[in-house]
């Protein structure tokens, strides 16, 4: 099993930043794909931005330019940093990962919630 902790939601201006954090426990040490979901009310989860074990990244096309994430493999944490933010934005963001040995099986957060007031 994996336990996946979010922290670092909050509410922010519109134009401002904010980092999200997400810490991995349990079974981890085949941690492949760490990646950032959201939310929006009245809408679907959505991909925000995902990074391999390797350092592959891969981003919304809506974040792009504004959203950076990173991991700590030794510390088993992914971070997303957003910039520039927009009211848009204000979603549950949802932290996900995967193992390389066990494909097919998710794992999700809680989630932490963004508010962004323009």
């Known amino acids: 099993q994996v336990q996946l902790v979010e922290s670092g939601g909050g509410l922010v201006q519109a134009g401002g930043s904010l980092t999200l954090s997400c810490v991995a426990s349990?079974?981890?040490?085949?941690?492949?794909?760490m990646a950032w979901y959201r939310q929006a009310p009245g809408k679907q989860r959505e991909l925000v931005a995902t990074?391999?074990?390797?350092?592959?990244?891969n981003y919304a096309d809506s974040v792009k330019g504004r959203c950076t994430i990173s991991r700590d493999n030794g510390k088993n944490t992914v971070y997303l940093q957003m910039n520039s933010l927009k009211a848009e934005d204000t979603a549950v963001y949802y932290c996900?990962?995967?193992?390389?040995?066990?494909?097919?099986?998710?794992?999700w957060g809680t989630g932490t919630l963004v508010t962004v007031s323009s």
């Open positions: 996900y990962a995967n193992l390389w040995d066990k494909p097919g099986m998710d794992y």
């Open positions: 349990g079974s981890i040490f085949s941690l492949n794909v």
């Open positions: 990074m391999t074990r390797g350092g592959y990244t």
